[in-house]
């Protein structure tokens, strides 16, 4: 099963993903985990992205792309794969296009989770996270015992700079920019899928497997 999944940041697809990838027994893919991975290993392009994350600056695509490449290459994805969060734009996909084709491989679906952007504002905007252990909570979804402290270790609770209205408005602004021609790119190729991803986790969950289930590699 070689799927990707889309959406914008707050709509649940890395949980679904984490899921899906116990469920089918498929390895996750994200950006950060092989950014992670790489930097941990210290492969020619973990350490290459280093320099780049030392510097605060974006690592390049051809990095990315390159990290990517590597991974699908190992044995860990011979029963597949789900790419959380990558490609993000026109020219990542077709990269990746490129690079399943060298290996004789297509990607078998792509899912587009839709939530509705109030309900992503609510989600990210209630976020609170911890300084000192890097525990995270939801003001609404998983309260801490105590208002604004951590459970784990008593520190106060602090909002990222990320999560803040604002900044949310402006991330959802640029994802919807860079990721509305994606969309239109896999719907030409017939391989998009919407996913209405408002409401519970395990609802969400059983409408995903059944779109995913004819790709389960058995
Ligand atoms: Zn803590």
Same mark, same amino acid.
């Given at each position: 099963m070689? &799927? %990707?999944f889309l959406g914008a940041p707050g709509v649940g697809k890395g949980t679904q993903a984490d899921?899906?990838?116990?469920?089918?027994?498929v390895v996750k893919i994200s950006t950060g985990d092989l950014l992670r991975e790489g930097v941990r290993n210290k492969t020619p392009l973990g350490l290459e992205a280093k320099s780049y994350m030392d510097?605060?600056?974006?690592v390049p695509d051809a990095v990315v792309i390159g990290l990517v490449r590597d991974k699908l290459s190992g044995p860990s994805c011979a029963k597949g794969f789900v790419?959380?969060?990558?490609?993000?734009? %026109?020219?990542?996909?077709e990269e990746l296009g490129a690079v399943l084709a060298s290996k004789k491989l &297509?990607?078998? *679906?792509? %899912?587009?989770?839709? %939530?509705p952007r109030e309900d992503v504002i609510k989600r990210l905007s209630g976020r609170r996270s911890?300084?000192?252990c890097q525990a995270t909570f939801h003001v609404d979804f998983a309260p801490p015992k105590k208002i604004g402290i951590c459970d *784990?270790?008593?520190?106060?609770l602090v909002q990222r700079s990320d999560d803040e209205r604002d900044a949310i408005e402006t991330r959802l602004k640029v994802y919807e920019e860079q990721t509305a021609p994606l969309v239109r790119f896999?719907?030409?190729r017939q391989l998009l899928s919407h996913l209405d991803g408002a409401g519970a986790v395990d609802a969400v969950f059983q409408k995903l497997s059944q779109v995913l289930a004819p790709y389960r590699v058995t």
């Open positions: 070689r &799927v %990707v899921r899906i990838a116990a469920q089918f027994q510097q605060g600056k974006l790419l959380d969060g990558f490609p993000r734009t %026109v020219p990542q996909a &297509v990607l078998d *679906r792509v %899912v587009n989770f839709q %939530v911890c300084p000192k *784990r270790c008593g520190e106060s896999y719907e030409m």
